[in-house]
């Protein structure tokens, strides 16, 4: 069973610093792995999709990496704002699954002014 | 990306009623949708998945007597949360995805409680 697991689970920053948010998941048999934002009582906001053959992909401010093999994501921000301040969900497509995604618990990100 | 609108964003029922929530497709056909859940400070857990036409197959220790589904069309899929008790309340969120599309989308989510 694929299980994700998000480190740490908050975080504060001040305004200005750079940072890494870590997921790690069980099984490597993934279609895609998918990082989204949540600010508090809203949806999801998808911020980037890494497809199992792809190493990393950007978006701004935003980096996020993926080792498959090693069952590993980062999502590196940059710059850090007090609008980043959210939780920050990481999560995968199983093979098995078809498009179900299993999600981590996530990480609250806290950027001080 | 696509979008996936549900509505309400969020009700207020009394215990004992039945709540509906509809997600939407707005501009392509969501061929399976996805219903999670998620409680205060943790994370989405899926409920149940449905194909358009089909029933709806449920997760693990989900009721599905109690959250009923229904994916009539290629654009609507609606939960309905039978007889509601406080223990109900919680963030309810749709995605839907297309036949050969490896992204889902996400709705809005809506805010139940139950009182």
């Known amino acids: 069973k694929q299980e994700v697991t998000q480190i740490p689970a908050a975080l504060s920053v001040p305004e200005g610093e750079n940072l890494v948010l870590n997921c790690s998941f069980t099984d490597s048999a993934i279609y895609n792995l998918q990082w989204f934002r949540q600010d508090p009582g809203k949806g999801l906001t998808s911020l980037l999709l890494i497809q199992s053959s792809q190493r990393e992909q950007t978006s701004g401010r935003l980096n996020a990496s993926l080792d498959k093999s090693s069952g590993r994501s980062t999502l590196y921000i940059a710059a850090s704002q007090p609008g980043d301040s959210a939780t920050y969900l990481c999560?995968?497509?199983?093979?098995?699954?078809?498009?179900?995604?299993?999600f981590g618990a996530g990480t609250i990100l806290r950027v001080k002014s | 990306g696509a979008v996936v609108s549900q509505h309400p964003s969020w009700v207020i029922c009394k215990s004992g009623t039945s709540v509906k929530i509809e997600c939407r497709s707005l501009d392509f056909q969501a061929t399976t949708m996805f219903w999670y859940r998620q409680f205060p400070k943790q994370s989405l857990m899926l409920m149940a998945t449905?194909?358009?036409?089909?029933?709806?197959?449920?997760e693990q220790g989900v009721e599905k007597d109690k959250f009923l589904i229904n994916h009539a069309s290629l654009t609507l899929s609606t939960l309905t949360v039978t007889s509601a008790h406080p223990e109900d309340s919680s963030f309810y969120i749709c995605s839907a995805s297309s036949t050969g599309v490896t992204e889902a989308f996400f709705g809005q989510g809506t805010r139940l409680t139950v009182v």
């Open positions: 449905s194909n358009e036409g089909s029933k709806a197959t449920y």
């Open positions: 999560a995968v497509r199983p093979k098995e699954y078809g498009n179900k995604l299993v």
